[in-house]
């Protein structure tokens, strides 16, 4: 496959593996395969989220708590939008 028809097939693979996306790793899993949180705050985090509406996704509950910064959540989308996509899984 040439380069051009690598970068015209990547928008189609994208839109793809977005309608799958429910194959993707979730985000507390990779907080935590990356140091960033374990299971008992990702837990708790979980919790938060369902009992309150203050804190509707999970990100804003771990950055209330200050258990994730928003870089680390960032990088961990990015991380996650990567591998949906089948690149390269650079944390």
Do not use: F, N, T
Request: a neutral charge; one cysteine or more.
């Amino acid at each position: 496959m040439s380069v051009r028809e690598r970068c015209e097939s990547r928008p189609e693979r994208l839109r793809r593996s977005l309608k799958d996306h429910h194959h993707k790793q979730p985000l507390g899993q990779i907080l935590i395969e990356k140091g960033v949180i374990d299971e008992e705050k990702l837990e708790l985090a979980l919790l938060a989220q369902k009992q309150a509406e203050e804190y509707p996704l999970l990100s804003e509950a771990l950055a209330a708590r200050g258990w994730a910064s928003s870089e680390d959540i960032r990088r961990a989308i990015g991380y996650q939008a990567r591998a949906a996509v089948g690149m390269k899984e650079d944390w």
